[in-house]
DNA sequence: CTGAAAGCGCTAACAT
DNA sequence: ATGTTAGCGCTTTCAG
């Protein structure tokens, strides 16, 4: 089952390599009769060019690599839907690599994919979402991207402008806290997110700001960090509704901390929005599968996979590109904050 | 910005590329003191080697395909999570390949993979999923397996005897008939699946053959084929209730089509378990998270990928390996059949 | 329109 | 313990 090789096509056609080449590529003109012959036993033979052995010369591999923190949870594979389509199209392949949020994997990762030549990447959460990254690892995102076009999406480097790519997620958390105070909630809590993480900061500095703006003063023990689970959701909620005086909305980090609010505020027995309204952040296909239904803010998690790719095409083909392509989110209101 | 390689390091440290490669690989001894010379070297030039080039020679990537329908249904993620930790920690790296469930994609990746050398592939969902595969496109995942090791996760090519890992949906949806009957239901139905595809043949065999042995026997008429989706399994369950006879319990194809099943009883005004008890597949973290609780199968989704990944290794490393390895599943009962 | 030959960056015999 | 050399399979000048 020996492979063949071009050399054994250039061989059996009485041809040379380069022609062979040629016609595989579309790279010059090659005269109709021996193309065909050319065409014909690679067909035959079924025929696949070594593709290591290309991108060996040609300094290109097709393949990029896409770093994210949790498969698991529906955001991301949302954005994939995204990205792949565009990536398929354009004929790349990509490398998922889940880091768990974890430095290390993500360090590791990283030196992987430069070993492995990907022509780009796409990197998402971790250190990128972290308020305080640790220069070094800046550093090492930094440097490779001198040798590796690199887009971030939804996160930053602060203080080294790598192309970003994000939703306005700030917008979004204003619109969350404005649709609350529209119904009327006065007394509004937010829950879920690890302080550390720009996701939740900039979250919750437009809920504080916004409260402001309506003349209500945000208050602390309303606010409530944790990470991003629907446990963690859970338990903040159900600690939440045991104070005497507690909130009747809760803003929630993301859909999965919601769907712990919700067990939670069910649990005690409330009724949902009528005794506490829950939003969430993301809209992940959970948000329309749950009962109630979750008022959410969708992140356009596919038009921001789309765009990625795109801004890192262009970076790839030495393209000049916007330093930060920002994408609006929608508020998608839903029964969890009004009744149907 | 020039790339660094070998060559580079080895005249800087006036050793010869090989010795470079030794300290690299450590495929040969090599003198305490050179070795630290190009270790330094290769510190200071933060110098990786082209795994590209590395590969071509050693006709091994440490890259693997892994192709499944769709990552926006959970149960696919998690099988990831699985086989991400395998495959990292043997220093594996995989491309996802998101075919839809179409089968030109599918064999467009099947090429593509081919082409980029990968030393195996995890094939789920699509093809081997069909009742009624069509031989040309059995052919070529055969044919593909004569030069790269493929596994088959959860499915089959009828034969063509392919390693398999699987779990096994028949117990499991025996089980699931079982718990319905021991709770006193006598009138059950099974909705959602596509009827060409051998999870849900296979889940409404086990179903049938177990309320026969009981006694019961199965109507047709409660038994209703769509898809996967949350969409269908509201769909077809609305429909089922609004039958003058209807069943007291419901037996969902996978867990998406059974939160479109409880959407569609509340919706009808009925309370779960109580009017109507609904059963899932798969234990998606969906399952836990809906109100109610769904009971479910879990597919032991984490260690099938495992599985997957160290048969995958074994044909590899050319060693010999099961013709198919069954993982048992697991019935988790919830609020969805049993009041709490 | 076609071919010869060099080279991509690395590993692996085969010496020494 | 180290170096020489020949590939791996392809693309790409450079010459016809």
């Not at 979750?294 to 596919?302: A, F, H, P, R, Y």
Request: glycine content about 8%; some cysteine.
């Amino acid at each position: 089952m020996k492979r063949v090789t071009v050399y054994d096509i250039a061989k059996e056609a009485k041809v040379s390599v380069t022609t062979v080449s040629r016609v595989l590529n579309g790279t010059a003109p090659v005269k109709h009769s021996t193309r065909k012959k050319i065409t014909e036993l690679i067909e035959k033979y079924q025929f696949q060019p070594n593709a290591l052995a290309r991108s060996l010369t040609k300094k290109e591999t097709k393949m990029i690599g896409i770093i994210l923190p949790d498969i698991t949870n529906p955001f991301f594979p949302e954005v994939f839907t995204g990205v792949e389509n565009a990536l398929a199209e354009a004929g790349y392949t990509f490398f998922l690599c889940t880091t768990g949020g974890n430095d290390e994997r993500e360090s590791a990762y990283l030196g992987l994919l430069r070993e492995k030549q990907v022509d780009g990447i796409i990197f998402m959460g971790g250190r990128i979402n972290s308020v305080e990254c640790p220069p070094v690892l800046a550093e090492e995102v930094v440097n490779l991207s001198k040798h590796i076009p690199i887009v971030l999406v939804n996160g930053t480097l602060p203080g080294n402008p790598l192309p970003r790519v994000k939703t306005d997620e700030y917008v979004g958390a204003e619109m969350v806290t404005e649709h609350l105070i529209e119904l009327g909630h006065r007394k509004i809590g937010f829950i879920g997110g690890m302080e550390e993480t720009t996701t939740t900061v900039e979250k919750v500095a437009a809920f504080e700001s916004t409260l402001k703006k309506h003349g209500i003063s945000p208050r602390k023990d309303w606010i409530r960090y944790g990470d991003f689970s629907v446990a963690c959701g859970r338990k903040l909620m159900s600690g939440l509704l045991k104070e005497r005086d507690r909130p009747t909305a809760v803003f929630c980090v993301n859909d999965f901390t919601s769907v712990g609010a919700i067990k939670a505020a069910i649990e005690a027995g409330l009724s949902i929005p009528d005794d506490v309204a829950i939003v969430g952040f993301d809209d992940t296909p959970l948000a329309s599968s749950i009962i109630p239904e979750l008022t959410t803010v969708s992140q356009e998690s596919n038009r921001l996979g789309v765009t990625a790719f795109h801004v890192l095409q262009r970076l790839i083909n030495g393209e000049q590109v916007e330093e930060l392509s920002v994408i609006q989110p929608r508020l998608l209101v839903r029964e969890s904050t009004v009744k149907k």
